[in-house]
């Protein structure tokens, strides 16, 4: 049983590129939220989809932006790269939008901005 | 404006005792809690979760008590193993904000032999 997949694993960018993240949920998963996980800090809630929409939105700008595909993968896309966007992005997913479904975590990706 | 907050960055104990690890909250609105593992390299993995209508979850080695009225929660390792050692973030839930997760900064866990 796959669990949640993410690439690439790392990434090296030059300020003002772009950058797309991919994430493949768990098995059976439906949802998947995406977070920032900045040095020494713990993960920050992005955004969520669920049926191919945004669902909920954390206090990002609207530089970050995703998609949701009908086999239930999701992409994170960073527009216009700033020094502070270097991260961890982490990819969770849930069998449903069920408050206290358990979030299962991708290893995730390391971004890092030049 | 933190609302999950972990004031000890790292904790270390000695193989076979408790490790005790803290947890506040400022938002009354919080209504489930949850305790993340994670080790490097990879993501974290969910550990154990308690609901705000109760003060206690056991699982094993694992431990969580809550304290509404103080907003404070820990997590108790008992006995503590080398292999526990790893980052544990704290994380609530929010009742009118779906399944998104607000976590704490993380407090490292050194478990030593």
């Known amino acids: 049983d796959a669990g949640v997949t993410q690439s690439p694993t790392h990434l090296i960018k030059t300020r003002g590129q772009q950058v797309t993240l991919r994430c493949s949920p768990k098995s059976g998963h439906d949802t998947v939220s995406w977070y920032q996980q900045a040095l020494g800090q713990g993960p920050q809630f992005i955004f969520q989809?669920?049926?191919?929409?945004?669902?909920q939105r954390g206090n990002f700008p609207d530089r970050f932006s995703g998609h949701q595909f009908p086999n239930y993968s999701s992409e994170l896309n960073v527009n216009a790269l700033l020094l502070g966007d270097s991260a961890l992005y982490l990819c969770?997913?849930?069998?449903?939008?069920?408050?206290?479904?358990?979030?299962?975590f991708g290893p995730g990706t390391r971004l890092t901005v030049l | 404006d933190q609302q999950v907050k972990q004031n000890s960055p790292s904790l270390s104990v000695q193989e076979g005792r408790i490790s005790i690890l803290n947890c506040d909250y400022t938002n009354s609105m919080f209504d489930y809690f949850l305790w993340y593992k994670k080790y490097p390299a990879e993501g974290p993995t969910f550990l154990i979760s308690?609901?705000?209508?109760?003060d206690k979850n056991e699982d094993g080695r694992f431990t969580v008590f809550l304290n509404k009225s103080a907003k404070h929660l820990s997590l108790h390792i008992v006995p503590s193993q080398p292999g526990d050692s790893a980052v544990y973030f704290c994380?609530?839930?929010?009742?009118?904000?779906?399944?998104?997760?607000?976590f704490g900064g993380g407090t490292r866990l050194m478990v030593k032999p």
């Open positions: 308690i609901s705000s209508i109760k």
């Open positions: 969770a997913s849930t069998r449903t939008l069920s408050s206290t479904d358990t979030q299962y």
């Open positions: 994380a609530a839930h929010r009742r009118d904000a779906g399944n998104m997760l607000t």
């Open positions: 989809y669920y049926e191919e929409e945004e669902r």
